[in-house]
């Protein structure tokens, strides 16, 4: 089992910057991709981004691609996701989440098992 708490969410103005955080207890990153998620009001849940812990292959959503990169550190089982020059439509709930998922499937959601509660981001223009 992994928990997975996300932290770093607020407001933020258009073209400002934003660091979210999703921190793993019960079982360390090493053998999972990290992905985030996002769900604005009334829109589906959407791939942004995904990291193979193992090799550190990423995969960037294309609305987010150029803007948004992740990192991570492994002796505190982190990740981070730093998100620049925010825009309004950027505004969601972002969810970290961790799973045993192909490449191919990084960007499906059905591929993670653990989901972490989500953390606000208010873009405002």
């Known amino acids: 089992q992994v928990q997975l708490v996300e932290s770093g969410g607020g407001l933020v103005q258009a073209r400002g910057s934003l660091r979210v955080s999703c921190a793993a207890s019960?079982?360390?990153?090493?053998?999972?991709?990290v992905g985030w998620f996002r769900q604005a009001p009334g829109k589906e849940r959407e791939f942004v981004v995904a990291?193979?812990?193992?090799?550190?292959?990423?995969l960037y959503g294309d609305s987010v691609k150029g803007r948004f990169t992740i990192s991570r550190d492994s002796a505190k089982n982190t990740v981070y996701l730093q998100m620049n020059s925010l825009k309004p439509e950027d505004t969601a709930v972002y969810y970290c989440?961790?799973?045993?998922?192909?490449?191919?499937?990084?960007?499906?959601?059905?591929?993670?098992?653990?989901w972490g509660q989500g953390t606000l981001v208010t873009v405002s223009s």
């Open positions: 990291l193979r812990w193992s090799d550190g292959r990423v």
């Open positions: 019960g079982r360390t990153f090493s053998t999972y991709t």
């Open positions: 989440a961790a799973g045993f998922v192909a490449a191919e499937q990084a960007q499906d959601m059905g591929g993670y098992a653990y």
